[in-house]
């Protein structure tokens, strides 16, 4: 008895078949997620922001200044800035604390800010959005969107002393990723 070995060109044909069919079936989705993470990695760095730029002005007890650069980069910094009054070599509240890139890794992202114009939210010593010392209106919104269509894209509510995610394509009540 002689015992053939490997496939038939017919099997291979159709497993190649098979798997095209897969292929064309899972990158369109595999697309979809890609940007869903990159819409995700940039609003948790916004987000991020945010958050030390409150707690560094509860830390201080200080007016600490979050703004949002044209080219989607934060900077935290005092909005007065206070020269090392404890001799300790170092500034109490310096005018840059730490600047970043908001989209760092989500080159398909686009943020936009409510209200339109405004760059800047001020939290004052206990935490609170406050006024900003030059007049210009407070951040309140930030809506972070992939550049392209089947993504699905997240908003920060920045309010009173709270900044937190949620979903501007959900609408159920109860649901707490709904934006309210």
């Given at each position: 008895m002689n015992r053939q070995q490997g496939f038939t060109l017919v099997e291979l044909v159709v497993t190649l078949s098979v798997l095209a069919i897969l292929l064309a079936v899972a990158v369109p989705s595999f697309r979809e997620m890609l940007l869903?993470?990159?819409?995700?990695?940039?609003?948790?760095g916004l987000n991020t922001g945010l958050q030390l730029a409150?707690?560094?002005?509860?830390?201080r007890?200080?007016?600490?200044?979050f703004t949002l650069?044209?080219?989607a980069t934060w900077t935290i910094g005092c909005q007065v800035v206070v020269a090392d009054a404890d001799?300790?070599?170092?500034?109490?509240?310096?005018?840059v604390i730490q600047n970043k890139a908001a989209t760092e890794g989500a080159v398909s992202v686009a943020v936009d800010?409510?209200?339109a114009g405004a760059t800047t939210v001020t939290f004052n010593g206990l935490g609170r959005v406050t006024f900003?010392?030059?007049?210009?209106?407070?951040?309140?919104q930030i809506d972070i969107a992939a550049t392209e269509?089947?993504?699905?894209g997240l908003r920060i509510l920045i309010r009173g002393g709270s900044v937190h995610f949620c979903d501007p394509n959900i609408s159920t009540v109860g649901d707490p990723r709904v934006c309210a």
């Open positions: 869903n993470f990159q819409v995700r990695a940039a609003a948790e409150r707690a560094e002005a509860i830390r007890n200080a007016n600490v200044v650069s044209g080219n001799s300790d070599g170092v500034d109490d509240c310096p005018e800010v409510v209200p900003n010392n030059d007049g210009s209106n407070v951040m309140r269509a089947n993504a699905n």
